[in-house]
């Protein structure tokens, strides 16, 4: 249930983004009257964690990072950053030259 939870969490803000619900270039201010909001989405896949690093890795992580990095290409605004480098080189070796090449 959890890698669900967290894998609707990134799709759904990925959503928002993409339909401007969630803005990157809102206008600061020091009113007392405006409430500034951080969002940060936030992803958890450790290796091994509650299942085996190869079915983390088809179930959920591989669809992450593809899907992030389709939204990347998209928005050059857009930042991504993943520290579990074990599926990230997992996942680079499945990718064409062109995918690399990003």
Not at 58 to 82: C, K, Q, Y
Request: glycine share 4%.
């Amino acid at each position: 249930l959890m890698p669900r939870v967290l894998l609707f969490g990134v799709w759904l803000l990925f959503c928002l983004h993409s339909v401007g619900a969630i803005q990157s270039d809102i206008k600061w201010s020091d009113d007392e009257e405006y409430l500034n909001v951080f969002v940060v989405p936030h992803s958890h896949n450790d290796p091994g964690w509650w299942y085996t690093f190869e079915k983390y890795y088809t179930m959920w992580t591989s669809g992450i990072i593809s899907s992030v990095v389709t939204a990347l290409n998209e928005d050059p605004r857009r930042t991504f950053i993943w520290c579990e480098t074990s599926f990230f080189s997992r996942w680079w070796q499945d990718q064409t030259e062109n995918t690399n090449k990003f």
